[in-house]
């Protein structure tokens, strides 16, 4: 039977009995990836890819707190070296220590208003609307990356005309759709194009590149695992390290 003390100290050691379990509770859901944080970088070219995955496993392990922040490959190489970044959504860095699911291969389009066009796409020009219409593209310390890969490309295909710069890439779209000029943009954000302007895919050196999944193996961490399974389920193709280039 419980003394007078024990009386009084029974709830708060009920309490700290209940505290024990649940932080047991809590640190195997850590040690499964079914709880905790999980940070994850992702850019322009996994615009729609990115977002849907993370639904996808929320749906899964609803008691993960994701973060998903748009940000330049650059810095997300940076990132995950340091551990300040679990998973990043990039074009493939020059760094061997990190690894990497291949997952799409974006190209850069032509989006020329369609009203410029006429009834048949398929025989507008695309020549004559370089020669006359300026070009349009993000600027470039918002995505340099995407900036370098149309200057690369520009250069190599002896592409020129006058370049013209947006903050956003609904801005880009927007300005294209109404005629102010041609948006070099990426194939993978097309569904935001939408009905007023028609898509043209490049072709040539420099007109495509890679994306993956990267994550930095040296750091243990079931919850940026069981996301990679998700993924690897959904896309399966190789995984590898980074090679030297």
């Given at each position: 039977?419980?003394?007078?003390?024990?009386?009084?100290?029974?709830?708060q050691?009920?309490?700290?009995?209940?505290?024990g379990?649940?932080?047991?509770?809590?640190a195997?859901a850590?040690?499964?990836?079914?709880a905790?944080?999980?940070?994850i970088?992702f850019?322009?070219?996994s615009?729609?890819?990115?977002?849907?995955?993370?639904?996808?496993?929320?749906?899964?392990?609803?008691?993960v707190?994701?973060?998903?922040?748009?940000?330049?490959?650059?810095?997300?190489?940076?990132?995950?070296?340091?551990?300040?970044l679990?998973?990043?959504?990039?074009?493939r860095?020059h760094?061997?220590?990190?690894r990497?699911?291949?997952?799409?291969?974006?190209?850069?389009?032509?989006?020329?208003?369609?009203?410029?066009?006429?009834?048949?796409?398929?025989?507008?020009?695309?020549?004559?609307?370089?020669?006359h219409?300026?070009?349009?593209?993000?600027v470039?310390?918002r995505?340099p990356?995407?900036s370098?890969?149309?200057?690369?490309?520009?250069g190599a295909?002896?592409l020129?005309?006058?370049v013209?710069e947006?903050?956003d890439?609904?801005?880009?779209v927007a300005?294209g759709?109404a005629?102010?000029?041609?948006?070099?943009?990426?194939?993978?954000?097309?569904?935001?194009a939408?009905?007023?302007v028609?898509?043209?895919?490049w072709?040539?050196?420099?007109?495509?590149?890679?994306?993956?999944?990267?994550?930095?193996?040296?750091?243990a961490?079931?919850?940026?695992?069981?996301?990679?399974?998700?993924?690897?389920a959904?896309?399966?193709?190789?995984?590898?390290?980074?090679?030297?280039?």
């Open positions: 039977e419980l003394t007078a003390m024990g009386a009084q100290l029974l709830t050691a009920s309490a700290l009995v209940e505290h379990r649940g932080f047991e509770r809590h195997l850590l040690a499964s990836g079914i905790g944080r999980l940070k970088g850019g322009l070219s615009f729609a890819l990115a977002p849907s995955l993370v639904a996808r496993f929320k749906q899964q392990v609803p008691d707190m994701v973060h998903l922040q748009d940000m330049t490959s650059a810095i997300q190489h940076e990132r995950l070296l340091s551990g300040q679990q998973l990043g959504f990039m074009r860095p760094a061997p220590q990190l990497e699911h291949r997952l799409l291969t974006d190209r850069l389009v032509l989006a020329v208003p369609s009203q410029m066009t006429g009834p048949d796409p398929a025989a507008f020009d695309v020549e004559w609307a370089l020669a219409q300026p070009l349009l593209q993000m470039g310390h995505c990356g995407l370098q890969q149309i200057a690369s490309f520009l295909n002896r020129t005309g006058m013209q947006a903050e890439i609904q801005t880009l300005l759709a005629g102010v000029g041609d948006a070099i943009l990426p194939r993978s954000v097309s569904f935001i939408g009905q007023d028609t898509l043209y895919p072709s040539g050196p420099w007109s495509e590149w890679e994306i993956s999944l990267v994550w930095n193996p040296a750091f961490d079931p919850i940026r695992d069981r996301f990679l399974q998700l993924v690897m959904a896309h399966p193709t190789p995984c590898s390290a980074m090679p030297e280039r």
